[in-house]
């Protein structure tokens, strides 16, 4: 008989009603700065780098490298008063240039960018290895240029950042000795309320900080004060995850917010109205968005109000006071059926875009609020954008740009707030960036005029590939999504070296997305170490590349994730699992040559694959993963995310948490898949503890081939450049590579 390494253990003393804790052998590696803890992590490095760093992996390593430095990448921009704004970083500026243009310049295709911020010299200057995580912006009071901005930057790359006024025009920080803003490192997040003022969320200066390690308070810093001596203007209880108090500077609608972020799915949100906060009235779970005279509601489980029902994922309007003065009059802007849902949406300044998934392949519609519709309350027209089998995403570039030309005509660079992004990518198809223009065009209803703005370069043979969507049975008869892409012809001989890539949590979405990394690192990879499926002479293979669409996540909308937490966590195991045998009774691959990936809940994802299908893989690689589900609540970030996997101290709870649990469900005498975890010290959402647990207690059991890698820097990314990045994504798919292809450790 088999048993776990939990019931090897003695369990400590609790109080009723409690769960039992394990005695945990490894709980010594939970100090994540002590000199023992990081001398076992530099000898694991050690050992791991001399596995896999090789020459294979070095010239991996410099092609992974050439597309993240590229040259030619799009430059994101975000627009702000006249000026496009980007953060770029390439091998010459690894830490990164925080840089601007103008439209002519940046619309011709080589911009005249104007550094305001070297974040390598910054660096250099002062002896700290800043990560720029952002800037926001005053909004000028007299509607001129946007001079100051609030730069969050990053000592680690961890989520804990440094708050400091930069003053745009003379390319500088505000020095703090004349008055300018410097708030210290935590966690939180800080809002202008005017040029003088901010509205801060932290834990720095002595503030009260959540279990979660989040917020507990906002506050009102004046320009010249403390944290300490700030006046509190919100409070939540210990126990709720997270304040944060923000100001809509909207000209004429100017508000104030606070937000209690009771759970990870649960807010309640407050409004300032004569210095008194108003809650707006809605479940806790119904997500809540504001833009001009209109509130935005998307129910996360179906709602009933005053006799109506709307089902989980619809997104309704009301007007904002009529809302709050009672009136409970919604609109019905989007209702989700069993194959389409809504992911997110956007506000130009007279219309408003939704972004959907219809079968995870992207729908726009433009809504119209001032004509009255069919099938919605507003007047809709779907964009004719959207290539099946890709993700296209439609936003506003500027919705309170309203500058005209001399002769009444819009200017090409303010673009009267009705322009719009769009970007569009697909598996093998490199990112491209259109601008476009929405007007009203009588009886028709909206036109959009689309200019490609900018087109990605290729990094691979795209052509030799194709994409492909099935759907895998899962274990209670869910029909499972998910994409292949792979070389044209495909051999179904169960011999193709397989990458499995899933998430399942959250209501995040996997969608379809260019990656010259996958593409160099996997699709082009090939091996002259396999025999053929007769046993005849070996022969080159490049890589299969699956990301499954398994429930946890978004892909449906939130019954798609709902159906996967807590106690129903095993549904989304099943998926992934089902897609895996998919994938091997289809023929693409076999046991020895399927392996999967994932990381944060992904890492837990792949975790179980690990310890609850091992039968189906020949290597997991396991990212800046949960894995002790019996402490997560206490490691991190990780109280915050009881909602999704439930509550470890609570003994009915504990039942079903502890069947997820990775590092509670390994067992004597089971044939493992080679395992890789990897991680980062400076993570502060995750930690890099549970990582090291999992290896150490692998180790122990005399498990072979396991290898553990833990970045001394980098954050939950674990990598803050693209020579980090580049390492840590050779290091997984080298070792994939090696474990799959037939020159394994």
Excluded at 587 to 612: A, D
Aim: aromatic residues 10%; contains cysteine; glycine residues 10%.
């Amino acid at each position: 008989m088999t048993t776990t390494a939990a019931e090897q253990f003695p369990v400590s003393g609790v109080a009723p009603g409690s769960a039992p804790e394990p005695v945990d052998e490894n709980i010594w590696l939970e100090e994540i700065y002590g000199e023992e803890q990081l001398a076992w992590v530099r000898e694991q490095n050690a050992r791991t780098e001399e596995l896999l760093e090789d020459a294979e992996y070095a010239k991996l390593q410099e092609r992974i490298l050439e597309v993240l430095d590229s040259t030619d990448r799009i430059a994101m921009v975000g627009k702000h008063g006249r000026w496009y704004y980007n953060f770029w970083k390439d091998g010459t500026n690894p830490k990164g240039l925080w840089r601007r243009t103008d439209w002519d310049s940046y619309r011709a295709g080589s911009p005249a960018w104007e550094v305001l911020l070297d974040v390598d010299a910054l660096a250099a200057e002062e002896g700290q290895e800043w990560v720029f995580h952002g800037a926001n912006f005053l909004r000028p009071a007299d509607g001129g240029e946007h001079r100051r901005a609030l730069v969050a930057l990053s000592p680690d790359g961890g989520d804990a950042n440094r708050y400091r006024e930069f003053d745009v025009e003379r390319r500088a920080f505000v020095d703090p000795a004349e008055g300018g803003f410097d708030l210290p490192t935590a966690k939180g997040n800080a809002s202008w309320l005017d040029e003088d003022t901010l509205l801060v969320s932290s834990t720095a200066g002595g503030l009260p900080r959540t279990t979660s390690s989040y917020a507990r308070t906002g506050v009102v810093l004046r320009r010249g004060g403390t944290l300490a001596d700030a006046e509190t203007l919100f409070e939540i209880p210990e126990e709720h995850m997270m304040a944060l108090v923000v100001h809509d500077s909207t000209p004429g609608y100017e508000r104030t917010f606070a937000v209690d972020w009771v759970s990870f799915f649960e807010t309640r949100t407050s409004v300032l109205v004569d210095g008194q906060w108003v809650e707006i009235d809605v479940p806790a779970d119904v997500n809540v968005s504001s833009h001009r005279d209109w509130l935005l509601f998307r129910p996360q489980k179906d709602w009933t109000l005053e006799g109506t029902s709307y089902p989980a994922g619809s997104l309704l309007a009301v007007n904002f006071e009529s809302f709050l003065a009672g009136g409970r009059d919604l609109a019905v802007l989007f209702t989700p059926d069993e194959h389409t849902s809504l992911q997110s949406w956007s506000w130009t300044r007279d219309f408003l875009l939704l972004n959907l998934l219809r079968d995870v392949s992207s729908e726009i519609r433009v809504l119209d609020p001032q004509r009255p519709g069919t099938d919605s309350a507003w007047a809709v027209k779907v964009l004719d954008a959207c290539p099946p089998l890709h993700d296209v995403n439609a936003y506003a570039v500027d919705d309170e740009d309203t500058v005209e030309g001399a002769d009444g005509s819009v200017d090409a660079g303010a673009a009267g707030g009705n322009d719009f992004w769009l970007v569009a990518t697909g598996f093998t198809t490199p990112t491209t960036l259109t601008r476009g223009t929405l007007t009203r065009a009588g009886v028709d209803g909206v036109v959009s005029n689309h200019e490609v703005v900018r087109t990605a370069p290729s990094f691979f043979e795209e052509d030799a590939y194709e994409v492909q969507q099935h759907f895998a049975v899962s274990q209670d008869g869910t029909r499972v999504p998910y994409f292949q892409i792979a070389a044209r012809g495909l051999v179904l001989d169960g011999q193709n070296p397989t990458q499995l890539s899933g998430y399942g949590g959250f209501e995040v979405s996997r969608t379809p997305a260019y990656s010259g990394v996958v593409g160099r690192a996997w699709l082009e990879r090939r091996t002259e170490e396999m025999a053929g499926a007769d046993g005849g002479a070996p022969h080159s293979r490049g890589g299969v590349y699956v990301v499954a669409n398994i429930r946890g996540g978004g892909e449906y909308g939130p019954a798609w994730h709902r159906a996967a937490l807590q106690e129903n966590r095993h549904r989304a195991y099943e998926d992934f699992a089902a897609v895996a045998r998919d994938l091997i009774s289809r023929g693409v691959t076999s046991r020895e040559r399927l392996g999967c990936v994932g990381g944060s809940n992904g890492g837990l994802l792949v975790g179980n694959m690990l310890t609850q299908y091992p039968e189906l893989f020949g290597a997991v690689s396991c990212g800046v993963p949960l894995l002790d589900m019996r402490r997560y609540s206490k490691l991190s970030a990780g109280y915050s995310w009881i909602g999704e996997y439930g509550d470890p101290d609570d003994a009915g709870q504990w039942e079903f948490i502890r069947t997820f649990s990775p590092y509670h469900l390994l067992r004597d005498g089971v044939e493992y898949p080679e395992t890789l975890i990897w991680t980062a010290t400076s993570d502060d959402r995750v930690g890099p503890v549970q990582a090291r647990k999992m290896a150490a207690r692998m180790q122990a059991m005399g498990i072979p081939n396991v290898w553990f890698h833990e970045a001394l820097e980098g954050g939950h990314a674990g990598a803050s450049d693209n020579r980090q990045a580049a390492a840590l994504q050779s290091r997984s798919q080298h070792f994939l590579w090696r474990a799959l292809a037939g020159s394994g450790a």
